[in-house]
């Protein structure tokens, strides 16, 4: 039978969050003496008392306390200092406390972001089919949201009101323990609803979560879909979407405020249940006490139920933030992209050996590519075609390692990738496709992108000039400083494919992928860059996947693929003679192919 893995406990999420306060322990050990100081008020608040009632009574005899300034003088005049001097202290420590905890959580949520961020960069690509991108932003914004709440008021809280209750209950003890002990036995009734209520809310964080990442969800799909929205009138659904997984989120939030308010209530029945018993007792048991001991006793008792019940509070902070922690932990333990390989060359030749090469997605049991086996000399063009869905991109992907092949041999250089370091392997490989991803930057940081950043600025325009792309950035505002906006929606479809070749031009790797290159296109556009594309595929290994005609007329060699296998294999003169899925595909895709 197979074991269960049970969940993490709370106490191990939480311990594993504050390891991140180690490189700031020397700030933290500074927050907790601030609070220290602060809790050290409370008792000298409640001793004070004793003093002005004793005063009240008339007695007015000088004052004993140890401190040079007031010893000996009388209670009239020593009871307001002693109440400065205590706010002065007390403020002295909360400030201290509570400037320099924030510094802590600051940095510790900081920190949180940066590892959360930087683990998604090594992830690989099989995490983000599994996982939605509102998820992703929602873990890496509202999650941390949740910590900060749970690494600043929580800790605060926790160490501050802790220390005021055991500053009070110390003082309580030395003043008569005997009473003291009737308010301890309550706390196994406060710990029992503790307990209870941090489990609920733990359950209802969690739920929480997740309905803020579908309401991310919505808002990210709408915002990089606006056009399609707009265009089939999408507005209502989309509406109707968002306010359904609003009014889910609101619910959720709702339960954990309901249980909530209902929570805190019954621990203040408790408490104060207690405390009623402690007065009665004083008045019964009073002794040779003063009436300045008896208040004394009584304002710290009465100063207990405060910090008890925001340390009850507290629990539902820490349980949303253990939740939000959980959650970072899971995406920070998720194994990187794999990259064992060794083998890292200054440039390859860029000859390409397939052999059985056979694949299928994580996580799915059909095989997408079956068997396999064509070569490709350094500075050949193959074409792959075939109908959407044939394996084409698949493969594609293969080459750059955003997956690895399951069984069979994909070889450059007579080295197989996986053999390659993967940041060695990239290099060697540009890639342009159909989707162009550009930042919201500017054009020359767009084409200089990632290790092309120093790239200069005579090489930047050359490829410009290659990709047919310098008469329309000429006209924009700042050329080639010109700021494009996100995914560049300030230009065309034909101008952002442009610029995704100029990238490719200027990367000068030895193998080149075009996968649906020029779909974008005008024929203008086609017609002005058909001429790069062909002086950047001289000396280069090129996969051309479902390019058009003229592309593919002039291919080495062109592979038509079908249910992930290869079905044909010739030149264009040859398979449009033959009669075969080729030809097939030629009399019905017209100008372009797998389309």
């Given at each position: 039978m197979a074991s269960v893995?049970?969940?993490?406990?709370?106490?191990?999420?939480?311990?594993?969050?504050?390891?991140?306060?180690?490189?700031?322990?020397?700030?933290?050990?500074?927050?907790?003496?601030?609070?220290?100081?602060?809790?050290?008020?409370?008792?000298?608040?409640?001793?004070?008392?004793?003093?002005?009632?004793?005063?009240?009574?008339?007695?007015?005899?000088?004052?004993?306390?140890?401190?040079?300034?007031?010893?000996?003088?009388?209670?009239?005049?020593?009871?307001?200092?002693?109440?400065?001097?205590?706010?002065?202290?007390?403020?002295?420590?909360?400030?201290?406390?509570?400037?320099?905890?924030?510094?802590?959580?600051?940095?510790?949520v900081h920190d949180l972001r940066l590892a959360l961020f930087d683990s998604m960069l090594r992830l690989p690509n099989h995490y983000f089919d599994r996982h939605n991108s509102g998820h992703l932003i929602s873990r890496i914004t509202f999650n941390v949201t949740m910590v900060t709440a749970a690494a600043t008021d929580a800790i605060k809280i926790v160490i501050r009101e802790g220390l005021s209750v055991v500053f009070l209950f110390g003082y309580l003890i030395w003043m008569n323990w005997k009473l003291t002990l009737v308010m301890v036995a309550v706390l196994p009734v406060i710990s029992v609803l503790v307990s209870r209520a941090s489990r609920k809310f733990?359950?209802?964080?969690?739920?929480?979560?997740?309905?803020?990442?579908?309401?991310?969800?919505?808002?990210?799909?709408?915002?990089?879909?606006?056009?399609?929205?707009?265009?089939?009138?999408?507005?209502?659904?989309?509406?109707r979407r968002f306010r359904e997984a609003s009014e889910n989120n609101t619910r959720k939030q709702l339960r954990m405020g309901k249980t909530n308010a209902t929570y805190t209530p019954m621990l203040q029945v408790v408490i104060y249940s207690a405390m009623s018993v402690v007065l009665f007792l004083v008045l019964l048991l009073r002794g040779d006490a003063s009436a300045g001991d008896l208040v004394a006793y009584i304002t710290a008792a009465a100063m207990l139920p405060k910090p008890i019940r925001q340390l009850s509070e507290v629990s539902s902070k820490i349980q949303r933030g253990v939740a939000g922690a959980e959650s970072i932990?899971?995406?920070?333990?998720?194994?990187s992209e794999a990259d064992s390989g060794t083998v890292a060359r200054e440039r390859v030749e860029g000859r390409i050996e397939v052999r059985g090469l056979s694949f299928r997605y994580p996580g799915t049991e059909r095989e997408v590519l079956h068997e396999l086996s064509f070569d490709v000399q350094p500075g050949q063009m193959v074409a792959l075609v075939g109908r959407s869905g044939s394996g084409k991109s698949t493969l594609a992907s293969l080459f750059t390692r955003f997956y690895d092949h399951d069984c069979g041999e994909l070889c450059i250089d007579g080295?197989?990738?996986?053999?390659?370091?993967?940041?060695?392997?990239?290099?060697?490989?540009?890639?342009?496709?159909?989707?162009?991803?550009?930042?919201?930057?500017?054009?020359?940081?767009?084409?200089?992108?990632?290790?092309?950043?120093?790239?200069?600025?005579?090489?930047?325009?050359?490829?410009?000039?290659?990709?047919?792309?310098?008469?329309?950035?000429?006209?924009?505002?700042?050329?080639?400083?010109?700021?494009?906006?996100e995914n560049g929606v300030m230009l065309s479809g034909g101008q952002r494919q442009r610029l995704a070749i100029a990238r490719a031009l200027l990367k000068n790797a030895p193998i080149l992928i075009l996968d649906e290159a020029t779909s974008a296109l005008d024929t203008e556009s086609e017609r002005l860059i058909q001429a790069a594309i062909e002086?950047?595929?001289?000396?280069?290994?090129?996969?051309?996947?479902?390019?058009?005609?003229?592309?593919?007329?002039?291919?080495?060699?062109?592979?038509?693929?079908?249910?992930g296998r290869i079905v044909e294999r010739g030149t264009h003169a040859e398979l449009s003679v033959r009669g075969g899925p080729y030809a097939r595909l030629q009399a019905v895709g017209g100008e372009e192919y797998g389309n």
């Open positions: 893995i049970s969940p993490p406990s709370s106490l191990r999420i939480y311990f594993r969050l504050l390891s991140y306060v180690r490189p700031y322990v020397g700030t933290f050990a500074v927050s907790i003496l601030g609070f220290m100081i602060f809790a050290s008020s409370q008792p000298m608040l409640a001793g004070v008392m004793k003093y002005f009632v004793d005063g009240l009574g008339g007695a007015t005899e000088g004052l004993q306390l140890g401190v040079p300034f007031l010893d000996g003088i009388d209670l009239v005049k020593a009871v307001p200092v002693m109440i400065v001097l205590i706010a002065i202290w007390q403020g002295v420590g909360s400030y201290l406390g509570n400037y320099f905890m924030s510094k802590v959580s600051l940095g510790l733990r359950k209802q964080a969690k739920k929480i979560q997740r309905a803020m990442g579908d309401v991310t969800h919505v808002v990210s799909e709408t915002i990089q879909g606006y056009r399609v929205v707009r265009s089939f009138g999408g507005e209502d659904y989309e509406s932990f899971e995406q920070l333990d998720e194994p080295v197989d990738v996986r053999d390659y370091t993967l940041r060695n392997l990239r290099r060697h490989v540009a890639l342009v496709s159909q989707q162009v991803t550009l930042f919201n930057d500017t054009v020359a940081n767009n084409i200089a992108y990632g290790d092309l950043a120093d790239a200069p600025r005579e090489a930047i325009e050359a490829a410009v000039e290659a990709a047919a792309a310098k008469e329309f950035i000429d006209r924009l505002p700042n050329g080639l400083d010109t700021e494009i906006g002086r950047l595929m001289v000396g280069r290994t090129t996969i051309v996947i479902a390019h058009r005609l003229s592309t593919i007329e002039k291919a080495d060699q062109i592979l038509v693929m079908e249910n």
